[in-house]
């Protein structure tokens, strides 16, 4: 049903889980892209991110435009907090506002998942999408082009 606010009409959108866009990575760790910033209207980007044992993860980093939430739901993820690395554990979760380092990966025997909340809801999926090909296709590339790619994607190594 669909309802007329002062905002416009406004209505409630389903996205269904089998419906959802996913990235595979070469260490196995899956994200789906539950909500994209597509689907939310550029407020925000919801993703889960599945790591199997020792995936590792992102070294730390930084974006300039964007901050970045992650919920821990399962097993031990790792989280940089832009001053030591820390044990995150299920229901632990770490706010990073624009320009804070951070990073994360699971270092454990087991596998673990967390939610990864982007705000506002830039094109997220569009790296992961690139860095699932790179793996995929097993392409090496140079330093120069890693750094290139980071910038298109506002990630800046720290």
Do not use: C, K
């Amino acid at each position: 049903m669909t309802y007329t606010s002062e905002f416009g009409e406004v209505s409630a959108e389903l996205h269904r889980s089998g419906e959802v866009e996913q990235a595979v990575m070469s260490s196995g760790s899956v994200g789906r892209f539950l909500a994209p910033g597509s689907a939310t209207r550029g407020r925000f980007g919801l993703y889960e991110w599945r790591m199997p044992a020792r995936a590792g993860g992102a070294s730390a980093h930084f974006h300039r435009t964007f901050s970045e939430s992650f919920y821990v739901v399962s097993g031990t993820v790792r989280l940089y907090d832009g001053a030591r690395w820390i044990d995150g554990r299920p229901g632990d979760f770490l706010h990073v506002p624009e320009g804070g380092v951070h990073g994360f990966g699971n270092e454990s025997d087991a596998e673990a998942s967390m939610l990864i909340l982007f705000a506002p809801g830039i094109p997220r999926e569009t790296y992961f999408r690139e860095l699932a090909e790179i793996s995929a296709t097993g392409r090496q590339l140079s330093e120069e082009e890693w750094t290139d790619l980071f910038a298109r994607h506002d990630q800046y190594r720290a």
